[in-house]
């Protein structure tokens, strides 16, 4: 499966080799478009420098939902990844409700000049467009300060994704993630070591975006890589929360909250979380066949095991009653994170409605082909047609004409 979005982007180098100020010397050598596709050379990240660690692990920064130090955890993922979302809301409040007038953290100093920082953000787009087409023409509405900003936040999704579920991700290491979170680290406190990570610097000094579900992304590749299996809802939730939850609290900064709106900026950022896991849950569902043969399967065994089902049934790939049963209680699951994401689309800001209720109904549905396809998701794909996307965008245009709830409903 892949864990996050499918984005495809330029090279880059995340060991010791050039860095956003030598390539700034050298003359774009990042922009070069023949080397487009999948040129991250994860071997080079594996034995690359970045900063050193306690025998290659890094203790500094984790995840701030893991567990306690004495590794007792007495919340359920919910709980704990709802507390983010709780500092994350209470970070940007302020910020998000200035309305055109985005408030600017004041300029870090960026190595290169301004006509390099527009031509990666050029570059993120091209990304975009190329790899996330439908949801790259509904950013065209927003302003260009947020359409950038949400490039360069995707592109930087979509290479941490290249690491585990790229070409070279059999090279990948746990340390070769804590040199890309030290990277990130970097990119934060306006060190950027590329172009494209010189578009994200440059966005989360724009903008109020905190770097915790940055770091939890990458975290969730560190769970990808030791992990094939998920004891129960519990554990996918969280996985869940990592790979694509963390990318909807990464992007209501950008998007923004309509000023009219009056409900709780954690509501807000409680529908983006849901987005993600909505999103993810349909994606597992969707790609069943495809991660078995590669041995993994992302669903909860004890519900596996309590619809009377194995791994093997998974691996055989048998259609059967208990599995439609099983697939039922599923998507049933998926839609219900969908519902709670909808009621949050309408709060943001009036342009940034548009690609996400694109984004939502066109992932949502989803979900009906898998039915269609009579829960075959073995040996099926289950897909949108062009055609039903035609028809789908228009009503997802008349959904974000929608205003904001003129009331305080909106609480969790
Ligand atoms: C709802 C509110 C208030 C805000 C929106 C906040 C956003 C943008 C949430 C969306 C989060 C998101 C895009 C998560 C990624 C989820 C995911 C599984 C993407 C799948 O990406 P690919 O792997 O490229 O998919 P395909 O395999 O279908 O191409």
Known sequence: MSVALLW?????????GTSFMESVRE??????????????????????????????RKFSVRSAILATPSGERTMTSEQMVYDVVLRQAALVKRQLRSTNELEVKPDIPIPGNLGLLSEAYDRCGEVCAEYAKTFNLGTMLMTPERRRAIWAIYVWCRRTDELVDGPNASYITPAALDRWENRLEDVFNGRPFDVLDGALSD????????????????????????????????????????????????????????????????????????????????????????????????????????????DEDIFAGRVTDKWRIFMKKQIHRARKFFDEAEKGVTELSSASRFPVWAS????????????????????KRAYVSKSKKLIALPIAYAKSLVPPTKTASLQR
């Not at 080397?35 to 900063?51: A, Q, T, W």
């Not at 030791?226 to 909807?248: I, M, P, Q």
């Not at 939502?360 to 040996?379: C, G």
């Open 203 to 310: 966005t989360v000094s724009n903008f109020p975006v905190d770097i915790q579900p940055f770091r939890d992304m990458i975290e969730g590749m560190r769970m990808d890589l030791r992990k094939s299996r998920y004891k129960n809802f519990d554990e996918l939730y969280l996985y869940c929360y990592y790979v694509a939850g963390t990318v909807g609290l990464m992007s209501v900064p950008i998007m923004g909250i309509a000023p009219e709106s009056k409900a709780t900026t954690e509501s807000v950022y409680n529908a983006a979380l849901a987005l993600g896991i909505a999103n993810q849950l349909t994606n597992i569902l969707r790609d069943v066949g495809e991660d078995a043969r590669r041995g993994r399967v992302y669903l909860p065994q004890d519900e596996l095991a309590q619809a009377g089902l194995s």
């Open 27 to 56: 003359g774009n050598r990042f922009f070069d478009s023949s080397r487009h596709r999948n040129l991250v050379s994860n071997e080079r990240i594996n034995r690359g420098g970045g900063k050193q660690t306690n025998n290659g």
């Open 8 to 16: 495809v982007v330029s090279p880059c180098d995340v060991s010791n």
């Open 360 to 379: 939502l109904v066109l992932y949502r549905k989803i979900l009906d082909e898998i039915e269609a396809n009579d829960y075959n998701n073995f040996t």
